[in-house]
């Protein structure tokens, strides 16, 4: 008699995954999407998908191969490649975005998935919903697993959350307009989550930026009312000094006709009485211009205070955005990690005798072609791959029924 497996009894076969990527760096592929950022030149920032025939199109330096090299490998070459041109650039890559995986055969959820580093057969198998067949077996696991395939879903959103936010800072930090596309592969469950996440960050941004419009109108209004200002008082200030040249002069002939004995000397001390008024509203409108010049400074000073505080907000956030992002894709390793102990559980539970095999089989692109070879359980995906998940009967049940 075939024994019927349970979803949870083919999870995985081992307590313990031990991350692919932390022993060698992920090699980029065709399909994947690169984020490029120029730290000195933001022109020359941006995504650049990979082509099939693993190049990218990059500004300056035209067609980049970039498929079975890591980032570091990458992120050197286009740094010393642009120096070349332009010197005193800083160069970072990411992958914003890696191919998708497919999944075919005996599964319940056949189609595209999205790829993680590190992803081995047994664990895409487990996305995929597991055998198509139905189960006669309902027991503890197969609720533990519907809690952890739950939180895997959620972390994922939260995950993706924060690359929404990521995302709407830089635009900020770098002063441009809030864009965030959703991958064509998003699924239908979640993806009017998704597109709620993208909306309320871009309301934020928009908000913020009103915010940030209003505070800098308001500013500038003062500067200009400073700036009339000072004109008027530099002005005036013209007008008193001819004034005072003009009392100037009378005085020097009033001196003359003193001496002279032309005139009296209480006219000669009126002019003098004159002039020294004068020259003291002249002081007075002096200390009025230097203010005047000093708010404007000032205002000047604050617009620019607006700016800095902008982009130091957005860089300190970004930062503690980068250590969430990295927290998050930990705890999918982790509920990871969960599924294949309930996976091994419950097999172990199962005394049953196994009388069907699960085959995985791989199809892959290699130097232009596919191939399909087969592969174990724990054996690494790779970005673009498509999996066969098959059951075969043992040689010697198939002689049998034969």
């Avoid at 286009?78 to 975005?97: D, F, M, N, T, Y």
């Avoid at 960050?201 to 000072?230: M, T």
Wanted: glycine share 6%; no cysteine.
């Amino acid at each position: 008699m075939v024994t019927t497996w349970t979803f949870s009894s083919l999870l995985l076969l081992s307590s313990t995954i031990s991350p692919a990527w932390a022993e060698e760096p992920y090699k980029i592929g065709s399909g994947d999407v690169l984020q490029i950022t120029v730290y000195g030149d933001a022109g020359l920032s941006g995504t650049f998908p990979v082509s099939v025939g693993g190049t990218i199109g990059y500004p300056i330096l035209g067609n980049i191969q970039v498929a079975d090299h890591s980032i570091s490998e990458i992120s050197s070459t286009i740094s010393q490649a642009l120096l070349q041109h332009i010197p005193g650039l800083s160069v970072s890559v990411a992958v914003k975005e890696y191919a998708p995986v497919f999944v075919i055969g005996d599964v319940q959820k056949p189609g595209k998935y999205e790829y993680r580093p590190g992803m081995i057969a047994l664990e895409l198998f487990a996305l995929s919903g597991g055998l198509k067949q139905a189960t006669d077996k309902l027991d503890v696991a197969g609720t533990q697993l519907v809690a952890a395939r739950q939180d895997y879903s959620d972390t994922s959103l939260q995950l993706f959350a924060q690359d929404v936010k990521r995302a709407r800072l830089e635009a900020e930090l770098n002063n441009k307009t809030f864009e965030y596309v959703l991958a064509k592969d998003t699924g239908t469950d979640d993806l009017p989550a998704r597109q709620g996440v993208i909306e309320s960050e871009r309301k934020l941004f928009e908000l913020r930026l009103a915010a940030l419009a209003s505070q800098e109108k308001a500013l500038k209004a003062q500067r200009q009312n400073y700036s009339e200002e000072i004109q008027t008082l530099e002005e005036s200030t013209k007008l008193r000094n001819e004034e005072i040249s003009l009392l100037e002069q009378n005085v020097g002939a009033s001196e003359k006709l003193v001496a002279q004995g032309l005139t009296a000397q209480s006219t000669l001390r009126d002019t003098q009485r004159q002039l020294s008024a004068m020259r003291r509203d002249a002081l007075e409108f002096g200390s009025f211009l230097a203010r005047a010049k000093q708010n404007e400074n000032a205002i000047e000073q604050s617009l620019q205070a607006l700016y800095d505080q902008r982009s130091n907000d957005a860089a300190k956030e970004l930062r503690d955005i980068e250590l969430d992002i990295m927290r998050l894709r930990k705890r999918l390793t982790f509920i990871v990690q969960t599924m294949a102990e309930i996976g091994a559980s419950a097999q172990r539970a199962n005394t049953r005798e196994e009388t069907v095999k699960l085959v995985f089989t791989v199809v892959r692109d290699v130097n232009g072609e596919y191939h399909e070879t087969e592969l174990s359980e724990h054996d690494q995906i790779k970005a673009g791959d498509i999996l066969r998940a098959q059951l075969t009967l043992p040689k010697e049940v198939t002689a049998k029924v034969n």
